[in-house]
């Protein structure tokens, strides 16, 4: 027992204050190696792995003892530990504001193209907010921003009726779609709330 404790330091000893390694020591199978000399391998082996063990333990340990700063997953502002995370009071205002400048910055599309695709775009946001939208809840979503933007969409026919036979061409909607969406948007025009 002591032998193998004055090993084990002589060993520990050799593998902290030398770059010596297993990695180092390369035997090959055809070679006689003595016995303690493989007792000693495998001593340094273990030594190895309960060094390494011990070097996560106190990385970990020092870890612990800084303090930690946590950010949010998707505004990147710190946290603390009063606040507790949460979704719904984050501002994605500032998405709409830089939709909407990009909408301004599309050349060759008229004033009034621009403004309708703001107010789509505003409201497809907000849908997906609350949500993820299927596609094949595409009619739906077109029937409620008539009914929700009725008071907004005042002379934007053309737009809302070119809008919808892009999304006919892309398959998002049937020409019935196109027709529902159309008799809502006329509905809503002749009867404001």
């Not at 606040?83 to 719904?88: F, G, L, W």
């Not at 709409?96 to 309708?116: H, L, P, Q, T």
């Not at 008539?146 to 049937?174: I, P, Q, V």
Request: glycine content about 2%.
């Amino acid at each position: 027992m002591y032998t193998h404790r004055c090993r084990k330091k002589k060993l520990r000893y050799l593998l902290e204050k030398s770059s010596f390694t297993i990695e180092n020591l390369e035997i090959k199978k055809s070679e006689s190696v003595p016995k303690s000399w493989k007792e000693d391998i495998k001593l340094l082996q273990s030594l190895q792995r309960i060094i390494l063990k011990d070097m996560v333990r106190e990385s970990e340990e020092e870890m612990g003892r800084q303090e930690r700063v946590y950010c949010h997953s998707s505004t990147g502002e710190v946290m603390h530990i009063d606040d507790p995370p949460s979704d719904n009071e984050i501002d994605y205002s500032w998405v709409k504001e830089y939709e909407n400048r990009k909408v301004d910055a599309c050349s060759g599309v008229c004033d009034s193209d621009k403004a309708f695709f703001k107010l789509w775009n505003n409201f497809i946001h907000d849908v997906n907010m609350r949500r993820t939208m299927p596609i094949r809840e595409m009619p739906k979503v077109c029937l409620r921003f008539c009914r929700e933007y009725a008071d907004k969409l005042a002379g934007m026919r053309e737009n809302f009726l070119m809008h919808l036979l892009t999304l006919t061409e892309y398959k998002l909607l049937s020409t019935d779609d196109l027709y529902s969406a159309m008799t809502e948007f006329d509905k809503h025009q002749a009867n404001p709330h």
